[in-house]
């Protein structure tokens, strides 16, 4: 089970020393390579006038997380919709890679770390665009000046908590799921599975880019 929790280097690239590539990563490029497929494949052949159904179900799919987004984001916000729903399909897909016999990416620090710096990232800059360098700096003194240190720390709690929400939750489905393919192999594991790659792996990214999209709205009103 130890070994099952560490993260495995599938192979190593010969520069200096040895580069090592971790199963996280690999994982990470079949996930993408996937969305980039399914891109190239869903976006050929549109029309403008009598669309056919496979049109009609991306542009309904396409306009659902628009919406979803837009009213978590708002007008000022709206700008940051493609990345949000990028950030959520990654999350989703990788997040059910079980089903298909490979170990989720966030169950990697590294990657719920970086997904988690590129949030806060995103959530200052958009701060800073909206309100200006001047305004972005005072707003860590309001609404009152004796808030300032809170503020301030805010912005290294929020990156912790939204990485190890997402990484605490996989990774204890991960741990389950392993235990009861242990006790009950045959059988049991199936509903289990369903639930945990599927059902909540799917509200592990919903809460991801709801807590994201929320405090980026906070950051430009």
């Known amino acids: 089970m ?39 494949i869903l976006v ?11 049109q009609l179900a991306l542009e309904s799919g396409y306009l659902f997380f628009r919406n979803f987004f837009y009213n978590l984001l708002g007008e000022h916000g709206a ?8 950030v959520i399909l990654y999350i989703g897909l990788a997040n059910i890679m079980g089903v298909f016999g490979f170990v989720p990416p966030t169950k990697d620090m590294g990657v719920t770390i970086a997904l988690s710096l590129m949030s806060i990232f995103l959530i200052e800059y958009a701060g800073i665009r909206h309100k200006g360098t001047k305004g972005w700096i005072k707003a860590f003194a309001q609404p009152v ?14 990156p912790l908590s939204l990485c190890m929400r997402l990484f ?3 990774l204890g489905s991960y741990v389950v799921m392993k235990l ?11 509903p289990f599975n ?6 909540d792996g799917f509200i592990q990214a919903y809460v991801f880019v709801f807590l994201t999209s929320l405090f980026i709205n906070e950051a430009v009103e």
């Not at 009861?180 to 199936?190: M, T």
Request: proline share 8%; aromatic share 10%; hydrophobic share 55%.
């Open 168 to 170: 605490g939750n996989v």
């Open 79 to 86: 700008r940051y919709i493609p990345y949000m729903i990028t």
């Open 194 to 199: 369903l639930y945990f790659d599927f059902f």
């Open 180 to 190: 009861i393919e242990i006790i009950c192999p045959i059988l049991l594991p199936i």
């Open 145 to 158: 000046a004796v808030m300032l240190p809170i503020n301030i720390l805010e912005i290294f709690i929020r």
């Open 44 to 54: 050929r052949n549109l029309k403008v006038e009598n669309p056919g159904k496979k």
């Open 2 to 40: 130890t070994e099952e929790l560490n993260c495995k280097v599938v192979f190593t690239i010969p520069v200096g020393k040895g580069l090592p590539i971790y199963e996280s990563v690999v994982v990470t490029w079949i996930v993408m390579a996937v969305l980039v497929l399914l891109s190239m």
